[in-house]
DNA sequence: GTTCGGCATTGATCCCAGTCAAGTTGTGAT
DNA sequence: ATCACAACTTGACTGGGATCAATGCCGAAC
């Protein structure tokens, strides 16, 4: 329930989302699917808006496909377009001078990507596995939610929503054990692909073991011995290693509030 | 310069900031300041307001003052005001279950309290001198932004430099060595001191040491131990515990960006 | 089938920040 | 002036995560 008051119209139905797998692209070249048949469209910023609203969206967007690997803009590069994902996971990622590197965010898909006010891109963004995304010219972006009140609204509560997410991530990062780290980004991942229906009880891991650690602080070792210790413990079961099973959901959770 | 365009009439021309001082407060009971005699006006989300909308502004808060180490709100309180902080420091903190806290930021005067999106507080608001705010019921100020579009791209302005700031500091927590991490503190501070026209090569810190521990993810000994050796190195001076000069700028920013 | 390369796991060692424990400084009250 | 208390500083020691190094695993290419 947010603090300030919805705007009139905020609570357009949104449309239930898909259930039970993730989204994620094949790579193929179909042809450009239409909004009101997008698969994240119930996750998107585009949920608030009514039909006609949703058609200038339409056409003021570009969809695009990026490969595994690619990187959709760097860290200083002129911020120029923002882009809604619709499938895919692309990691957000601040690097110090000497390579060192903290990533700040896993986008999923229905994710905002562009909500800096900076000229330049503050963080750099790379796909993980392939991807797709609607791109848009910010500026253009920008007048149109200074004339649609439900899109400025929509955009200002994800700015407020990932301000409460790195806020969590700060104490996280600066008060959290190794292993109290790990079980809060496997239960944070799990409960954001609920979003699709998918088990709360499981996560499958899209990234290597190096984008968490870079994502909680830690070493690529220790982030492996962890894991491995909490299997051992018997609160998870890793199938393979980057499918998580969530064996005492309880006691993840305990431990990711700090035992 | 931001990556939405800018409203018609965001650009009202702000107030002169004061110089010279931090605006503090003394803890007198003079009567209420009216807002055009606001010392913080030009800093805060006022500065985005015609006169008219600031009269309606002004009717809709009330003045508050607080004393040194008083609570304006704790973790998990319901969420039913936001407020303008117009003299004083203020430290945001969260806190694990067994007491280990990290403050997520400290509010200076001109910044605003409240932008998450919770039903409850997200972390808890402590006052670390004597503070001067302005309230506003947040269901209130939320229909006023719906109404006024130049308050709530004022908002959204906040969150979204907030967001930036937030990333900032997850690299610092994450990636960055003690050295750095104070480094990077003292600068940052400085920086937002020049607001009220304060010298760019000092600081003059309101917190104590084991403020600056708990926001930078580090322990009280470290943080004396770190100032001390930059002290030695000559990179700073300490002419009381609670003043800091910057001796060698060029060596602390280098320093903070990660040697 | 073999080789190769990227990723993950595991082990051994090291070092830096945390912990524990005194001391010191500064301030306000009486 | 003295005391009390809080905040800061400094020293000695320790432990946990980083580092360095080796091995294992698996899929892709040929």
Not at 31 to 50: E, F, K, Y
Not at 182 to 192: D, Q
Request: glycine residues 8%; proline residues 7%.
């Amino acid at each position: 329930m947010p603090s300030f008051a919805p705007a009139a119209g905020r609570d357009v139905p949104a449309q239930p989302p898909p259930t039970g797998v993730r989204p994620c692209c094949d790579g193929s070249r179909s042809p450009r699917p239409t909004c009101s048949a997008c698969v994240a469209r119930g996750l998107t910023i585009c949920r608030a808006l009514p039909p006609e609203e949703l058609v200038e969206m339409e056409q003021l967007s570009t969809v695009i496909r990026i490969e595994a690997g690619a990187t959709l803009f760097d860290q200083g590069d002129e911020a120029g377009s923002v882009y809604n994902l619709t499938a895919g996971t692309i990691r957000l990622s601040k690097t110090l001078a000497d390579g060192r590197r903290q990533i700040t965010g896993f986008v999923l898909p229905g994710d905002f990507i562009g909500l800096s006010s900076r000229a330049t891109h503050p963080y750099s963004a790379e796909a993980i596995g392939p991807c797709q995304l609607c791109r848009f010219n910010a500026a253009t972006l920008g007048r149109m939610a200074d004339r649609l009140p439900r899109l400025e609204h929509e955009l200002f509560d994800r700015a407020r929503d990932e301000l409460d997410a790195a806020h969590d991530q700060m104490l996280l990062l600066g008060r959290k054990s190794p292993r109290e780290k790990v079980a809060s980004f496997l239960l944070e991942l799990a409960h954001r692909c609920e979003r699709w229906g998918q088990r709360p009880d499981r996560v499958s891991l899209d990234m290597t073991r190096t984008d968490i650690a870079d994502y909680l602080g830690l070493t690529i070792e220790t982030v492996s011995r962890t894991l491995t210790r909490m299997k051992r413990d018997g609160m998870i079961a890793l199938p393979s290693s980057n499918e998580i099973v969530f064996l005492r959901l309880d006691a993840v959770r305990t431990l990711a509030e700090g035992s």
